[in-house]
């Protein structure tokens, strides 16, 4: 217990290191940050502790609102999940919500294999369905590796199509709100984040079944 409790105390002294770090570059930082926040951008991403939203961007806090879960997971019935966006996109008027995966994430990981996990078995059986529907692509990859980091790109596109599908970015469509959804992947091996070409910024671009009137 001590050990553990050491632990948590060199958090702390950690704190009070990066407070005066921020202090010798900006004396009045955090009475800015202080300040009602005012981001452009809302990151959906992976819980996983390597792909801290703000830092692998070079964004300040405040800069950027952030909703982050296992395998970076955008379920219709999730209210936790929707009530970020629905807050991003009303009323800080976000205009960029970015889809965030990274190589070697875990809850895929754990979607493709045939073992039983708990309750994570349900929150992660809608990328087993991203599975499904690109069963024959993902098999015909020749290596395990190349399938996993191939199902990585596939949940992120996936979990695209559900933002659009909500009906918080159907209506700020609706009302010609400026507000473009992306779908990006990090690399934890080499630090570099890839935009997978999935840009979404006009409901037209939506099946029409999803298109709210």
Same mark, same amino acid.
């Given at each position: &217990?001590?050990?553990?409790?050491?632990?948590?105390?060199?958090?702390?002294?950690?704190?009070?290191?990066?407070?005066?770090?921020?202090?010798?570059?900006?004396?009045?930082?955090?009475?800015?940050?202080?300040?009602?926040?005012?981001?452009?951008?809302?990151?959906?991403?992976?819980?996983?502790?390597?792909?801290?939203?703000?830092?692998?961007?070079?964004?300040?806090?405040?800069?950027?609102?952030?909703?982050?879960?296992?395998?970076?997971?955008?379920?219709?019935?999730?209210?936790?999940?929707?009530?970020?966006?629905?807050?991003?996109?009303?009323?800080?008027?976000?205009?960029?919500?970015?889809?965030?995966?990274?190589?070697?994430?875990?809850?895929?990981?754990?979607?493709?294999?045939?073992?039983? &996990?708990?309750?994570?078995?349900?929150?992660?059986?809608?990328?087993?369905?991203?599975?499904?529907?690109?069963?024959?692509?993902?098999?015909?990859?020749?290596?395990?590796?190349?399938?996993?980091?191939?199902?990585?790109?596939?949940?992120?596109?996936?979990? $695209?199509?559900?933002?659009?599908?909500?009906?918080?970015?159907?209506?700020?469509?609706?009302?010609?709100?400026?507000?473009?959804?992306?779908?990006?992947?990090?690399? $934890?091996?080499?630090?570099?984040l890839h935009d997978l070409g999935v840009s979404v910024h006009d409901r037209n671009q939506v099946h029409p079944i999803y298109q709210s009137e």
């Amino acid at each position: &217990m001590g050990q553990r409790w050491a632990n948590l105390e060199n958090l702390l002294k950690m704190n009070k290191e990066w407070v005066q770090e921020k202090l010798n570059v900006d004396a009045d930082f955090f009475n800015h940050l202080k300040d009602i926040q005012r981001p452009e951008y809302l990151w959906i991403g992976c819980s996983d502790s390597r792909v801290p939203a703000n830092e692998i961007v070079g964004l300040e806090p405040g800069e950027m609102f952030v909703h982050r879960n296992i395998a970076n997971v955008v379920i219709q019935s999730d209210l936790n999940c929707l009530s970020v966006i629905q807050y991003a996109v009303e009323v800080l008027k976000i205009k960029h919500i970015i889809v965030t995966g990274h190589y070697g994430c875990g809850g895929v990981k754990v979607a493709m294999e045939h073992k039983r &996990m708990g309750m994570i078995d349900n929150w992660l059986r809608s990328i087993k369905d991203v599975y499904c529907a690109h069963e024959e692509e993902v098999n015909a990859i020749p290596d395990e590796e190349g399938r996993f980091r191939r199902m990585c790109e596939l949940n992120v596109k996936a979990q $695209v199509r559900n933002v659009c599908h909500t009906s918080v970015v159907q209506d700020a469509w609706l009302r010609k709100q400026e507000l473009c959804i992306h779908g990006w992947i990090f690399d $934890v091996g080499d630090g570099i984040l890839h935009d997978l070409g999935v840009s979404v910024h006009d409901r037209n671009q939506v099946h029409p079944i999803y298109q709210s009137e």
